[in-house]
Protein backbone atom coordinates (compact mmCIF):
# COMPACT_ATOMS: atom_id res chain seq x y z
CA UNK A 1 0.00 0.00 0.00
CA UNK A 2 1.22 3.82 0.01
CA UNK A 3 1.97 5.62 2.65
CA UNK A 4 1.76 9.10 3.46
CA UNK A 5 4.00 11.35 4.76
CA UNK A 6 2.49 14.29 7.67
CA UNK A 7 2.21 16.98 4.81
CA UNK A 8 0.38 15.51 1.99
CA UNK A 9 2.56 16.24 -1.54
CA UNK A 10 0.63 17.32 -4.70
CA UNK A 11 -0.03 14.29 -6.96
CA UNK A 12 -2.34 13.12 -9.62
CA UNK A 13 -2.54 9.53 -10.76
CA UNK A 14 -4.82 7.95 -13.22
CA UNK A 15 -5.04 3.56 -12.94
CA UNK A 16 -4.33 2.02 -16.46
CA UNK A 17 -6.47 -0.54 -16.54
CA UNK A 18 -9.61 0.33 -14.42
CA UNK A 19 -9.85 3.66 -15.69
CA UNK A 20 -9.48 5.30 -11.60
CA UNK A 21 -8.12 8.85 -11.19
CA UNK A 22 -7.83 10.50 -7.66
CA UNK A 23 -4.74 12.66 -5.98
CA UNK A 24 -2.67 11.64 -3.30
CA UNK A 25 -5.11 12.44 -0.31
CA UNK A 26 -7.44 9.57 -2.01
CA UNK A 27 -4.74 6.98 -1.41
CA UNK A 28 -4.80 4.51 -0.88
CA UNK A 29 -5.48 3.54 -4.08
CA UNK A 30 -8.52 0.99 -4.63
CA UNK A 31 -6.82 -1.76 -6.67
CA UNK A 32 -8.59 -4.42 -9.18
CA UNK A 33 -10.60 -6.38 -6.75
CA UNK A 34 -7.94 -9.61 -5.04
CA UNK A 35 -5.00 -7.77 -5.79
CA UNK A 36 -2.20 -7.26 -3.23
CA UNK A 37 -0.10 -4.34 -4.36
CA UNK A 38 3.22 -3.87 -2.82
CA UNK A 39 4.67 -1.41 -0.66
CA UNK A 40 5.37 2.14 -2.42
CA UNK A 41 6.69 5.06 0.51
CA UNK A 42 5.29 8.68 -1.31
CA UNK A 43 6.90 11.47 0.46
CA UNK A 44 7.81 15.32 0.08
CA UNK A 45 11.59 15.76 -0.75
CA UNK A 46 11.92 19.40 -0.65
CA UNK A 47 9.51 20.74 -3.26
CA UNK A 48 8.69 17.60 -5.24
CA UNK A 49 6.96 14.15 -4.44
CA UNK A 50 9.42 11.21 -4.09
CA UNK A 51 8.37 7.25 -4.34
CA UNK A 52 10.37 4.74 -3.23
CA UNK A 53 9.69 0.58 -3.11
CA UNK A 54 9.56 -0.81 0.28
CA UNK A 55 9.61 -4.36 1.40
CA UNK A 56 11.32 -6.12 -1.38
CA UNK A 57 8.46 -4.93 -3.50
CA UNK A 58 8.95 -5.33 -7.45
CA UNK A 59 8.04 -1.82 -8.84
CA UNK A 60 8.97 -0.71 -12.38
CA UNK A 61 9.14 3.27 -12.90
CA UNK A 62 9.02 4.58 -16.71
CA UNK A 63 10.01 1.08 -17.84
CA UNK A 64 13.09 0.48 -15.68
CA UNK A 65 13.48 -1.05 -11.56
CA UNK A 66 12.69 1.55 -9.71
CA UNK A 67 16.03 2.98 -8.41
CA UNK A 68 15.86 3.52 -5.02
CA UNK A 69 14.19 7.30 -4.44
CA UNK A 70 12.88 8.76 -7.51
CA UNK A 71 11.55 12.65 -7.57
CA UNK A 72 8.16 12.44 -9.49
CA UNK A 73 8.96 15.82 -11.41
CA UNK A 74 6.83 14.93 -14.52
CA UNK A 75 3.88 12.67 -15.92
CA UNK A 76 5.40 9.02 -14.48
CA UNK A 77 4.97 5.40 -15.21
CA UNK A 78 4.19 2.81 -12.37
CA UNK A 79 4.07 -0.55 -12.76
CA UNK A 80 3.58 -3.18 -10.25
CA UNK A 81 2.83 -7.06 -10.46
CA UNK A 82 -1.06 -6.24 -10.94
CA UNK A 83 -1.18 -2.37 -12.07
CA UNK A 84 -0.57 0.10 -14.19
CA UNK A 85 -0.59 3.83 -12.91
CA UNK A 86 0.58 7.14 -14.45
CA UNK A 87 1.68 9.56 -11.34
CA UNK A 88 2.49 13.48 -12.27
CA UNK A 89 2.12 16.81 -10.34
CA UNK A 90 -0.90 18.20 -10.23
CA UNK A 91 0.59 21.91 -11.48
CA UNK A 92 1.40 20.39 -14.37
CA UNK A 93 -0.41 17.51 -15.67
CA UNK A 94 -4.50 16.56 -16.14
CA UNK A 95 -5.98 13.40 -16.48
CA UNK A 96 -9.69 14.35 -17.74
CA UNK A 97 -9.08 13.63 -20.99
CA UNK A 98 -7.29 10.28 -20.62
CA UNK A 99 -9.39 7.34 -21.95
CA UNK A 100 -8.68 3.74 -20.42
CA UNK A 101 -10.66 1.73 -22.51
CA UNK A 102 -8.90 2.99 -25.80
CA UNK A 103 -5.11 2.51 -25.98
CA UNK A 104 -2.20 3.76 -28.86
CA UNK A 105 -0.21 1.16 -29.61
CA UNK A 106 2.95 2.67 -31.65
CA UNK A 107 6.46 1.51 -32.90
CA UNK A 108 8.65 1.58 -29.84
CA UNK A 109 11.55 2.71 -31.76
CA UNK A 110 10.56 5.27 -34.29
CA UNK A 111 7.57 6.71 -32.51
CA UNK A 112 5.25 6.39 -35.33
CA UNK A 113 1.53 5.64 -34.85
CA UNK A 114 -0.07 2.28 -35.35
CA UNK A 115 -3.70 2.70 -34.42
CA UNK A 116 -5.67 2.94 -31.45
CA UNK A 117 -7.60 -0.01 -29.35
CA UNK A 118 -9.56 -1.52 -26.84
CA UNK A 119 -6.43 -2.91 -24.59
CA UNK A 120 -7.85 -6.59 -24.63
CA UNK A 121 -6.93 -6.34 -28.27
CA UNK A 122 -3.24 -5.25 -28.48
CA UNK A 123 -1.50 -8.44 -28.03
CA UNK A 124 -3.93 -10.33 -30.76
CA UNK A 125 -3.18 -6.71 -33.21
CA UNK A 126 0.62 -7.09 -32.55
CA UNK A 127 0.20 -10.85 -33.68
CA UNK A 128 -1.75 -10.06 -36.90
CA UNK A 129 1.20 -7.64 -37.57
CA UNK A 130 3.69 -10.36 -37.16
CA UNK A 131 5.65 -7.95 -34.82
CA UNK A 132 7.43 -8.99 -31.41
CA UNK A 133 5.82 -7.25 -28.08
CA UNK A 134 9.44 -5.15 -27.20
CA UNK A 135 9.36 -3.49 -30.70
CA UNK A 136 5.91 -1.95 -29.90
CA UNK A 137 4.43 0.50 -27.03
CA UNK A 138 1.13 1.97 -25.97
CA UNK A 139 -0.57 4.01 -23.84
CA UNK A 140 -4.07 4.97 -22.81
CA UNK A 141 -5.66 8.09 -25.51
CA UNK A 142 -4.65 11.04 -23.84
CA UNK A 143 -1.72 10.27 -21.91
CA UNK A 144 2.11 11.35 -23.01
CA UNK A 145 3.64 8.69 -21.59
CA UNK A 146 3.77 4.78 -22.41
CA UNK A 147 4.41 1.10 -21.76
CA UNK A 148 6.38 -1.70 -23.53
CA UNK A 149 3.80 -3.77 -24.52
CA UNK A 150 6.24 -7.24 -23.81
CA UNK A 151 6.20 -5.55 -19.85
CA UNK A 152 2.20 -5.27 -19.52
CA UNK A 153 1.38 -8.49 -21.61
CA UNK A 154 0.58 -10.14 -19.07
CA UNK A 155 -1.75 -8.17 -17.68
CA UNK A 156 -3.22 -7.28 -20.78
CA UNK A 157 -3.71 -11.72 -21.36
CA UNK A 158 -5.48 -11.34 -17.69
CA UNK A 159 -7.90 -8.80 -18.96
CA UNK A 160 -8.82 -11.15 -22.05
CA UNK A 161 -10.15 -13.34 -19.29
CA UNK A 162 -13.81 -13.39 -18.74
CA UNK A 163 -15.82 -12.41 -15.81
CA UNK A 164 -15.91 -15.95 -13.27
CA UNK A 165 -19.47 -16.23 -11.42
CA UNK A 166 -19.80 -16.12 -7.74
CA UNK A 167 -17.51 -18.91 -5.68
CA UNK A 168 -15.86 -19.93 -8.92
CA UNK A 169 -12.27 -20.14 -8.69
CA UNK A 170 -10.62 -17.34 -8.95
CA UNK A 171 -8.14 -15.96 -12.43
CA UNK A 172 -5.10 -17.37 -12.95
CA UNK A 173 -3.58 -14.07 -12.69
CA UNK A 174 -4.44 -13.92 -8.97
CA UNK A 175 -2.85 -17.09 -7.83
CA UNK A 176 0.06 -17.11 -8.98
CA UNK A 177 2.61 -20.05 -8.09
CA UNK A 178 -0.06 -21.90 -6.97
CA UNK A 179 -1.24 -25.41 -7.71
CA UNK A 180 0.05 -29.44 -8.19
CA UNK A 181 2.33 -28.82 -10.95
CA UNK A 182 6.05 -26.78 -10.78
CA UNK A 183 7.38 -25.53 -14.02
CA UNK A 184 10.64 -26.77 -15.48
CA UNK A 185 11.86 -23.88 -16.71
CA UNK A 186 10.14 -20.97 -14.52
CA UNK A 187 9.24 -22.74 -10.86
CA UNK A 188 5.70 -21.56 -10.95
CA UNK A 189 3.24 -23.59 -10.08
CA UNK A 190 0.15 -24.27 -11.67
CA UNK A 191 -2.64 -27.26 -12.11
CA UNK A 192 -3.23 -29.46 -14.95
CA UNK A 193 -6.36 -27.48 -16.27
CA UNK A 194 -4.56 -24.17 -16.35
CA UNK A 195 -1.46 -25.58 -19.12
CA UNK A 196 -2.24 -23.63 -22.26
CA UNK A 197 -2.10 -25.25 -25.23
CA UNK A 198 0.09 -25.50 -28.55
CA UNK A 199 -1.17 -24.15 -31.61
CA UNK A 200 -0.65 -26.68 -34.66
CA UNK A 201 -1.35 -25.30 -37.97
CA UNK A 202 1.06 -23.17 -39.43
CA UNK A 203 -1.11 -20.48 -39.89
CA UNK A 204 -1.91 -20.00 -35.80
CA UNK A 205 2.20 -19.13 -36.11
CA UNK A 206 3.22 -16.14 -33.75
CA UNK A 207 2.45 -15.85 -29.86
CA UNK A 208 1.76 -12.79 -28.57
CA UNK A 209 4.35 -12.96 -25.80
CA UNK A 210 6.91 -14.87 -26.78
CA UNK A 211 6.78 -13.60 -30.64
CA UNK A 212 6.39 -14.44 -34.22
CA UNK A 213 8.78 -17.19 -34.11
CA UNK A 214 6.41 -19.25 -31.55
CA UNK A 215 3.46 -21.13 -32.02
CA UNK A 216 0.58 -19.35 -30.95
CA UNK A 217 -0.27 -20.49 -27.25
CA UNK A 218 -3.86 -20.89 -25.65
CA UNK A 219 -6.95 -21.96 -23.47
CA UNK A 220 -8.80 -24.32 -25.62
CA UNK A 221 -12.59 -24.43 -25.26
CA UNK A 222 -12.80 -27.23 -27.75
CA UNK A 223 -11.72 -30.76 -27.48
CA UNK A 224 -12.10 -33.52 -30.35
CA UNK A 225 -13.30 -37.20 -29.31
CA UNK A 226 -10.26 -38.11 -28.05
CA UNK A 227 -9.56 -35.28 -25.38
CA UNK A 228 -7.63 -33.45 -26.90
CA UNK A 229 -7.56 -29.74 -27.40
CA UNK A 230 -8.61 -28.19 -30.67
CA UNK A 231 -6.99 -25.11 -31.84
CA UNK A 232 -8.80 -22.37 -33.79
CA UNK A 233 -8.09 -23.26 -37.23
CA UNK A 234 -9.54 -26.69 -36.28
CA UNK A 235 -6.36 -29.22 -35.22
CA UNK A 236 -5.71 -31.29 -32.23
CA UNK A 237 -2.83 -29.93 -30.16
CA UNK A 238 -0.90 -32.82 -28.56
CA UNK A 239 1.94 -29.87 -26.66
CA UNK A 240 1.07 -28.03 -23.42
CA UNK A 241 2.55 -24.79 -22.18
CA UNK A 242 2.96 -23.32 -19.14
CA UNK A 243 0.60 -20.41 -17.98
CA UNK A 244 3.19 -18.39 -16.72
CA UNK A 245 6.18 -18.24 -19.00
CA UNK A 246 4.57 -19.88 -21.75
CA UNK A 247 7.32 -22.58 -22.33
CA UNK A 248 6.44 -25.72 -24.44
CA UNK A 249 6.15 -28.46 -21.37
CA UNK A 250 8.23 -31.99 -22.07
CA UNK A 251 5.60 -34.72 -23.46
CA UNK A 252 4.31 -36.29 -20.42
CA UNK A 253 5.36 -33.76 -18.09
CA UNK A 254 2.15 -33.63 -16.29
CA UNK A 255 1.69 -37.67 -15.37
CA UNK A 256 4.65 -38.19 -13.72
CA UNK A 257 6.48 -36.61 -10.49
CA UNK A 258 9.63 -34.51 -10.94
CA UNK A 259 12.96 -34.26 -9.04
CA UNK A 260 15.12 -30.85 -9.50
CA UNK A 261 19.03 -31.66 -8.98
CA UNK A 262 20.63 -27.67 -9.58
CA UNK A 263 24.31 -28.03 -10.05
CA UNK A 264 26.17 -24.68 -9.09
CA UNK A 265 29.58 -23.82 -8.58
CA UNK A 266 31.62 -20.80 -9.43
CA UNK A 267 32.67 -20.09 -13.14
CA UNK A 268 34.99 -22.81 -15.06
CA UNK A 269 34.54 -25.24 -12.20
CA UNK A 270 33.75 -27.68 -14.79
CA UNK A 271 29.70 -28.06 -14.74
CA UNK A 272 29.44 -28.28 -18.65
CA UNK A 273 31.57 -31.15 -18.68
CA UNK A 274 30.14 -32.63 -15.14
CA UNK A 275 26.99 -32.88 -16.43
CA UNK A 276 27.51 -34.19 -19.90
CA UNK A 277 29.85 -36.97 -18.52
CA UNK A 278 26.88 -37.63 -16.00
CA UNK A 279 24.23 -38.08 -18.57
CA UNK A 280 26.29 -40.92 -20.16
CA UNK A 281 27.42 -42.34 -17.02
CA UNK A 282 23.82 -42.94 -15.92
CA UNK A 283 22.52 -43.86 -18.94
CA UNK A 284 25.14 -46.94 -18.77
CA UNK A 285 24.87 -48.00 -15.21
CA UNK A 286 21.85 -47.38 -13.71
CA UNK A 287 20.32 -50.64 -15.39
CA UNK A 288 22.88 -52.77 -13.69
CA UNK A 289 23.32 -50.53 -10.05
CA UNK A 290 19.35 -50.23 -9.95
CA UNK A 291 17.13 -52.23 -12.98
CA UNK A 292 16.76 -48.80 -13.85
CA UNK A 293 15.96 -47.32 -17.60
CA UNK A 294 17.99 -43.35 -18.06
CA UNK A 295 16.17 -41.54 -21.26
CA UNK A 296 15.79 -38.61 -22.85
CA UNK A 297 12.65 -37.12 -21.70
CA UNK A 298 12.67 -34.02 -23.83
CA UNK A 299 15.12 -34.51 -27.20
CA UNK A 300 14.58 -31.01 -28.05
CA UNK A 301 14.95 -29.38 -25.22
CA UNK A 302 17.75 -31.69 -24.27
CA UNK A 303 19.73 -31.34 -27.58
CA UNK A 304 22.28 -28.89 -26.15
CA UNK A 305 23.18 -31.13 -23.37
CA UNK A 306 23.33 -34.13 -25.68
CA UNK A 307 25.24 -32.53 -28.44
CA UNK A 308 27.93 -31.77 -25.37
CA UNK A 309 28.01 -35.05 -24.20
CA UNK A 310 28.35 -36.48 -28.25
CA UNK A 311 31.22 -33.96 -28.93
CA UNK A 312 33.09 -34.86 -25.72
CA UNK A 313 32.76 -39.26 -26.08
CA UNK A 314 32.69 -38.81 -29.97
CA UNK A 315 35.84 -37.09 -29.86
CA UNK A 316 39.01 -37.59 -31.39
CA UNK A 317 41.94 -35.12 -30.51
CA UNK A 318 41.40 -32.82 -27.25
CA UNK A 319 40.82 -29.92 -29.57
CA UNK A 320 37.34 -31.84 -30.56
CA UNK A 321 36.56 -32.63 -26.56
CA UNK A 322 36.66 -28.86 -25.66
CA UNK A 323 33.30 -27.80 -24.70
CA UNK A 324 31.85 -23.90 -24.18
CA UNK A 325 31.67 -22.73 -20.58
CA UNK A 326 27.76 -21.54 -19.63
CA UNK A 327 28.06 -18.03 -20.28
CA UNK A 328 25.07 -16.16 -17.96
CA UNK A 329 23.23 -15.70 -21.35
CA UNK A 330 24.51 -18.23 -23.15
CA UNK A 331 23.07 -20.82 -25.34
CA UNK A 332 22.00 -22.29 -22.13
CA UNK A 333 19.55 -19.08 -21.18
CA UNK A 334 16.53 -18.05 -22.60
CA UNK A 335 14.51 -15.09 -22.69
CA UNK A 336 11.02 -16.10 -21.14
CA UNK A 337 8.34 -13.94 -19.44
CA UNK A 338 7.86 -14.41 -15.74
CA UNK A 339 5.81 -13.09 -13.26
CA UNK A 340 5.08 -9.93 -15.01
CA UNK A 341 8.59 -9.55 -16.56
CA UNK A 342 10.89 -11.01 -19.41
CA UNK A 343 14.24 -12.38 -17.43
CA UNK A 344 17.10 -14.90 -18.55
CA UNK A 345 16.23 -18.48 -17.69
CA UNK A 346 18.18 -21.87 -17.87
CA UNK A 347 17.34 -24.01 -20.15
CA UNK A 348 16.33 -27.43 -17.92
CA UNK A 349 17.46 -31.49 -18.94
CA UNK A 350 14.81 -33.36 -18.56
CA UNK A 351 15.13 -36.79 -18.27
CA UNK A 352 12.89 -40.07 -17.32
CA UNK A 353 14.12 -42.79 -15.12
CA UNK A 354 12.03 -45.72 -15.37
CA UNK A 355 11.65 -49.00 -13.82
CA UNK A 356 9.50 -51.61 -16.22
CA UNK A 357 7.09 -54.06 -14.63
CA UNK A 358 3.33 -54.70 -13.51
CA UNK A 359 3.71 -51.85 -11.40
CA UNK A 360 5.85 -49.45 -13.32
CA UNK A 361 7.56 -46.60 -11.30
CA UNK A 362 8.68 -43.44 -13.48
CA UNK A 363 9.90 -40.16 -12.44
CA UNK A 364 11.67 -37.30 -13.99
CA UNK A 365 15.14 -35.73 -13.30
CA UNK A 366 15.25 -32.16 -13.97
CA UNK A 367 19.46 -31.02 -14.71
CA UNK A 368 20.40 -27.34 -14.28
CA UNK A 369 23.80 -26.55 -15.33
CA UNK A 370 23.91 -22.45 -13.66
CA UNK A 371 25.98 -20.20 -14.95
CA UNK A 372 28.57 -19.48 -11.77
CA UNK A 373 27.68 -15.85 -12.26
CA UNK A 374 24.41 -16.13 -11.24
CA UNK A 375 25.46 -16.37 -7.89
CA UNK A 376 27.93 -13.62 -8.00
CA UNK A 377 26.99 -10.66 -5.24
CA UNK A 378 25.40 -7.68 -6.94
CA UNK A 379 23.56 -9.58 -9.46
CA UNK A 380 19.76 -8.98 -8.65
CA UNK A 381 17.31 -12.14 -8.14
CA UNK A 382 14.60 -10.37 -9.55
CA UNK A 383 16.07 -9.34 -12.61
CA UNK A 384 17.74 -12.40 -13.11
CA UNK A 385 16.41 -14.98 -11.49
CA UNK A 386 17.80 -17.86 -13.05
CA UNK A 387 19.31 -19.22 -9.60
CA UNK A 388 15.88 -20.08 -8.25
CA UNK A 389 15.01 -22.69 -8.79
CA UNK A 390 17.61 -24.19 -6.33
CA UNK A 391 14.82 -23.16 -3.38
CA UNK A 392 12.49 -25.50 -5.19
CA UNK A 393 15.15 -28.71 -5.89
CA UNK A 394 14.99 -31.80 -4.49
CA UNK A 395 18.71 -32.02 -4.47
CA UNK A 396 21.50 -29.65 -4.56
CA UNK A 397 24.73 -30.43 -5.97
CA UNK A 398 28.00 -27.71 -5.02
CA UNK A 399 30.79 -28.49 -7.72
CA UNK A 400 34.21 -27.08 -5.44
CA UNK A 401 36.96 -27.32 -7.91
CA UNK A 402 40.55 -27.77 -6.15
CA UNK A 403 42.67 -26.43 -8.58
CA UNK A 404 41.60 -22.87 -8.03
CA UNK A 405 41.98 -23.12 -4.55
CA UNK A 406 45.86 -21.55 -3.53
CA UNK A 407 45.76 -23.91 -0.28
CA UNK A 408 44.68 -27.04 -2.69
CA UNK A 409 47.65 -25.75 -4.81
CA UNK A 410 50.22 -25.73 -2.16
CA UNK A 411 49.70 -29.18 -1.15
CA UNK A 412 49.73 -30.29 -4.73
CA UNK A 413 53.12 -29.40 -5.65
CA UNK A 414 55.21 -31.70 -8.42
CA UNK A 415 51.57 -32.66 -9.76
CA UNK A 416 52.03 -32.30 -13.28
CA UNK A 417 48.06 -30.97 -13.70
CA UNK A 418 48.41 -28.00 -15.94
CA UNK A 419 45.17 -26.48 -14.25
CA UNK A 420 47.16 -26.02 -11.18
CA UNK A 421 49.47 -23.96 -12.90
CA UNK A 422 46.64 -21.15 -14.75
CA UNK A 423 47.16 -17.63 -14.39
CA UNK A 424 44.46 -14.98 -13.54
CA UNK A 425 42.09 -17.11 -11.91
CA UNK A 426 40.14 -15.83 -8.67
CA UNK A 427 38.62 -18.08 -6.26
CA UNK A 428 35.58 -17.00 -5.59
CA UNK A 429 34.22 -20.27 -4.28
CA UNK A 430 33.55 -19.02 -0.64
CA UNK A 431 31.71 -16.08 -2.11
CA UNK A 432 29.47 -17.85 -4.15
CA UNK A 433 28.74 -20.75 -1.95
CA UNK A 434 27.33 -17.90 0.72
CA UNK A 435 25.34 -15.98 -2.03
CA UNK A 436 23.78 -19.23 -2.64
CA UNK A 437 23.04 -19.74 0.95
CA UNK A 438 21.83 -16.68 0.92
CA UNK A 439 19.23 -16.27 -2.15
CA UNK A 440 17.95 -19.57 -0.86
CA UNK A 441 17.24 -18.62 2.52
CA UNK A 442 15.53 -15.45 1.10
CA UNK A 443 13.26 -17.08 -1.35
CA UNK A 444 12.23 -19.64 1.46
CA UNK A 445 12.05 -16.75 3.89
CA UNK A 446 13.99 -18.38 6.45
CA UNK A 447 16.39 -16.70 9.30
CA UNK A 448 20.56 -16.63 8.60
CA UNK A 449 20.50 -19.22 11.52
CA UNK A 450 18.06 -21.49 10.10
CA UNK A 451 19.20 -24.68 7.55
CA UNK A 452 17.38 -25.89 4.21
CA UNK A 453 16.06 -28.86 4.08
CA UNK A 454 16.86 -29.58 1.06
CA UNK A 455 19.78 -31.74 0.80
CA UNK A 456 23.43 -30.68 -0.46
CA UNK A 457 26.16 -32.72 -2.13
CA UNK A 458 29.07 -30.89 -1.69
CA UNK A 459 31.58 -32.29 -4.86
CA UNK A 460 35.03 -32.02 -4.69
CA UNK A 461 35.82 -32.35 -8.47
CA UNK A 462 38.72 -33.06 -10.35
CA UNK A 463 39.70 -36.15 -8.05
CA UNK A 464 42.19 -37.59 -9.90
CA UNK A 465 44.60 -34.86 -9.19
CA UNK A 466 43.94 -34.77 -5.49
CA UNK A 467 43.15 -37.83 -3.88
CA UNK A 468 46.70 -38.93 -2.18
CA UNK A 469 45.34 -36.36 0.23
CA UNK A 470 42.82 -38.55 1.52
CA UNK A 471 43.87 -40.84 4.10
CA UNK A 472 42.48 -43.91 2.87
CA UNK A 473 41.13 -44.95 -0.43
CA UNK A 474 37.04 -44.14 -1.21
CA UNK A 475 34.78 -47.56 -0.82
CA UNK A 476 32.64 -48.56 -3.83
CA UNK A 477 28.98 -46.96 -2.48
CA UNK A 478 27.02 -50.35 -4.60
CA UNK A 479 26.44 -53.41 -2.70
CA UNK A 480 23.76 -56.07 -4.42
CA UNK A 481 21.63 -53.70 -5.92
CA UNK A 482 21.05 -51.17 -3.14
CA UNK A 483 23.35 -47.83 -2.42
CA UNK A 484 25.47 -48.60 0.92
CA UNK A 485 24.93 -45.45 2.99
CA UNK A 486 27.30 -46.26 5.41
CA UNK A 487 30.14 -46.45 2.67
CA UNK A 488 28.77 -42.94 1.42
CA UNK A 489 29.25 -41.49 5.24
CA UNK A 490 32.69 -43.01 5.68
CA UNK A 491 33.62 -42.01 2.52
CA UNK A 492 32.12 -38.32 3.26
CA UNK A 493 33.97 -38.33 6.51
CA UNK A 494 37.39 -38.96 4.73
CA UNK A 495 36.49 -36.21 2.12
CA UNK A 496 35.43 -33.42 4.88
CA UNK A 497 38.89 -34.44 6.88
CA UNK A 498 40.67 -32.82 3.68
CA UNK A 499 38.69 -29.72 3.45
CA UNK A 500 38.44 -29.28 6.46
CA UNK A 501 42.39 -29.50 6.85
CA UNK A 502 42.81 -26.93 3.87
CA UNK A 503 39.11 -24.85 3.85
CA UNK A 504 37.76 -24.84 7.19
CA UNK A 505 35.75 -21.83 6.33
CA UNK A 506 34.06 -23.53 3.23
CA UNK A 507 33.07 -26.38 5.38
CA UNK A 508 31.56 -23.79 7.93
CA UNK A 509 29.48 -21.95 4.91
CA UNK A 510 28.20 -25.45 3.78
CA UNK A 511 27.09 -26.67 7.47
CA UNK A 512 25.39 -23.96 8.35
CA UNK A 513 23.27 -24.01 4.92
CA UNK A 514 22.12 -27.89 4.71
CA UNK A 515 20.72 -29.90 7.06
CA UNK A 516 21.56 -33.20 5.42
CA UNK A 517 24.95 -32.92 3.83
CA UNK A 518 27.50 -35.27 2.37
CA UNK A 519 30.61 -34.79 0.86
CA UNK A 520 31.86 -36.78 -2.26
CA UNK A 521 35.01 -36.79 -4.33
CA UNK A 522 34.65 -37.37 -8.59
CA UNK A 523 36.34 -36.96 -11.59
CA UNK A 524 34.57 -36.07 -15.19
CA UNK A 525 37.75 -36.90 -16.82
CA UNK A 526 39.42 -39.54 -14.52
CA UNK A 527 42.80 -38.06 -16.00
CA UNK A 528 44.53 -34.78 -15.76
CA UNK A 529 43.78 -32.71 -19.30
CA UNK A 530 46.16 -31.28 -21.44
CA UNK A 531 47.16 -28.50 -23.14
CA UNK A 532 46.01 -27.50 -26.92
CA UNK A 533 49.61 -26.87 -28.41
CA UNK A 534 48.48 -25.26 -31.82
CA UNK A 535 45.32 -23.57 -33.39
CA UNK A 536 42.83 -21.37 -32.67
CA UNK A 537 42.56 -22.90 -29.07
CA UNK A 538 45.85 -23.20 -28.42
CA UNK A 539 46.85 -22.48 -24.68
CA UNK A 540 43.42 -23.75 -23.67
CA UNK A 541 42.91 -26.89 -21.80
CA UNK A 542 40.79 -30.37 -22.40
CA UNK A 543 40.41 -33.48 -22.01
CA UNK A 544 42.39 -36.19 -23.77
CA UNK A 545 39.16 -38.51 -25.24
CA UNK A 546 41.15 -41.55 -25.65
CA UNK A 547 41.65 -41.80 -21.75
CA UNK A 548 38.71 -40.84 -20.68
CA UNK A 549 37.31 -42.72 -17.42
CA UNK A 550 34.89 -40.82 -15.47
CA UNK A 551 35.15 -41.55 -12.04
CA UNK A 552 32.06 -41.81 -8.92
CA UNK A 553 30.39 -38.52 -10.79
CA UNK A 554 27.06 -40.42 -10.43
CA UNK A 555 27.39 -41.00 -6.93
CA UNK A 556 26.50 -37.66 -5.72
CA UNK A 557 23.09 -37.92 -7.61
CA UNK A 558 22.04 -41.61 -6.47
CA UNK A 559 22.68 -40.13 -2.74
CA UNK A 560 19.80 -37.14 -3.99
CA UNK A 561 18.11 -39.88 -5.42
CA UNK A 562 17.09 -42.16 -2.92
CA UNK A 563 16.79 -39.38 -0.69
CA UNK A 564 13.79 -38.26 -3.12
CA UNK A 565 12.58 -41.53 -4.66
CA UNK A 566 13.80 -44.39 -2.04
CA UNK A 567 11.86 -46.72 -3.42
CA UNK A 568 13.68 -46.27 -7.02
CA UNK A 569 16.92 -45.96 -5.36
CA UNK A 570 17.42 -48.37 -2.53
CA UNK A 571 19.37 -48.08 0.22
CA UNK A 572 21.65 -50.84 2.47
CA UNK A 573 19.91 -50.17 5.80
CA UNK A 574 22.07 -49.97 8.69
CA UNK A 575 22.06 -48.13 12.40
CA UNK A 576 23.95 -45.37 10.32
CA UNK A 577 21.71 -44.72 7.57
CA UNK A 578 20.30 -41.61 8.51
CA UNK A 579 23.48 -40.01 10.74
CA UNK A 580 24.13 -36.09 9.50
CA UNK A 581 26.53 -33.93 10.16
Excluded at 107 to 130: K, R
Excluded at 145 to 151: A, K, N, T, Y
Excluded at 465 to 479: C, G
Aim: glycine share 8%; aromatic share 6%.
Amino acid sequence: MFNLSKKTPTLIWVNCLSGAQGTLESLPLTLPEGSTPPSVSVSLDGDTVAIEAIGGAQVLVNGGNLPGRFKVTEATTLQTADTLLVLAPASSESFAGVRTDHWILFDAQSGDQIGGYAPQLLLGIANDLGRATDTLACTPEGLEVGFSLSQIAPLLVTREEPPLPPNSKPLLAAEQNRGAHVCPVCWTRFDAGDALSVAVHENLRGDPILGSDARLRFHPTRFNDQGLAVDPMGLACTDLACPHCRRQLPPGYLDMPHRIVSVIGAPSAGKSYYLAVLTRILQDRLPDDFNLAFKDGDPSGNMLLNQMRNTLFSAATPEDALLGKTALEGTTYEKLPRLGRIVSLPRPFIYSISRPGKQRQETSIILYDNAGEHFEPGIDIHDSPGAMHVATSAGLIFLFDPTANSRFKAKLVGVDDPQLTLKGRIDQQDSILAEMETRIKRVLGLAQGERIRTPLAFVVGKSDTWEKLLSSPLEPVMSAGHLDLDAIERNSGRVREVLVSLCPGLVASAESLAQELRYFAASSFGHMPVVIQSGPNKGRIAPDPQRLAPSRVEEPVYWLMHLASPEMFPSKQTSATNASL
